[in-house]
């Protein structure tokens, strides 16, 4: 049988078992959040030994041959010993900048990170608080123009980090985790292609970053942006998506409730087989924003898609 060690904890674990799942069996505190390889929360390095990684290219070089893997995806073949992430020796310290309610129920985060971070549009950050309580957020913020990192934040629901997060205060400090690009991206070949945007809740979030690069690089084709919300004060961005509305023509702003949302689907005409798709939310949202889409015409491999998973 497999001896598993971190820190001062040995454990005797079956053949094969997953790492996440043992750890946490044995004691240790890991944070997880998607089990999918995705939100890259539950990070351990590998100090002896070698799991079996299911994704390993779910990291990038670097990270890899620093030992580093994702427990969710590894099974435990021989003995190993790992150490789990540490926000106070492995993360990138922050401070917060400011936090603002947008709407009943999202709040923005604003942070400053104590050392410039290179990131793009779309990308999404693992956020450590001080207590060790992690999560992955997309970031909304646009690099380069920006002074300071925006993730919005679904606190509808209780949760550990959306909980400690409506006590922070400006000055408070976080930790900042793994950066990770999802599939949602700008690219400059894309200038003359029409381009839609869906996002449901605060799967506006990338999205609205992504628009704004969009914009800043001149794109020229046309640029629909819909947004679910399960209440109209909800449209949290409405002010912002119409101010950009306003200065841009070739920018069309749609916003609906789930209620709403089949007639507003049933509308969507393709225009263009060149149309692109990005879209980002709960599951079951971007499964039929997808199947809506499929429907209208665009090519599947013209639809790149986010996913904010619930919490394992």
Request: hydrophobic share 45%.
């Amino acid at each position: 049988m497999p001896e598993l060690r971190v820190g001062a904890h040995r454990l005797t674990v079956a053949p094969s078992c997953n790492l996440l799942d043992a750890l946490l069996a044995g004691g240790v505190a890991v944070p997880y959040s998607c089990r999918a390889g995705s939100c890259h929360a539950c990070l351990v390095r590998c100090l002896q030994g070698e799991p079996l990684d299911a994704k390993p290219g779910a990291l990038d070089d670097a990270r890899r041959e620093q030992g580093w893997r994702l427990a969710c995806q590894c099974r435990i073949v021989d003995d190993l010993q790992v150490e789990v992430f540490d926000p106070l020796r492995d993360g990138r310290p922050a401070r917060i900048h400011s936090c603002d309610w947008l709407s009943p129920s999202v709040l923005r985060l604003r942070l400053i990170p104590q050392d410039a971070l290179r990131y793009r549009a779309g990308q999404h950050l693992v956020l450590w608080t001080e207590a060790g309580v992690a999560r992955p957020y997309s970031l909304a913020s646009l690099p380069g123009e920006d002074p300071w990192l925006e993730f919005h934040l679904d606190c509808r629901q209780s949760g550990a980090f959306s909980d400690a997060a409506r006590a922070m205060r400006p000055g408070d400090s976080l930790r900042l985790g793994e950066l990770r690009g999802g599939a949602l991206h700008y690219d400059p070949d894309w200038q003359a292609r029409p381009l839609w945007l869906l996002g449901a809740g605060t799967g506006l979030a990338p999205l609205y970053g992504i628009l704004r690069e969009a914009l800043r690089q001149e794109h020229q084709g046309p640029i629909r942006v819909i947004h679910l919300a399960h209440a109209a004060a909800e449209h949290y961005l409405a002010d912002s998506l119409a101010a950009l509305a306003a200065g841009y023509p070739q920018l069309r702003v749609e916003l609906t409730s789930a209620a709403q949302l089949p007639a507003a689907l049933a509308e969507l005409r393709l225009v263009s087989r060149k149309t692109l798709a990005l879209l980002c939310g709960h599951p079951h949202s971007v499964e039929t924003f997808a199947r809506r889409l499929y429907l209208a015409g665009i090519p599947r491999n013209q639809v790149f898609a986010d996913l904010f998973l619930p919490h394992a």
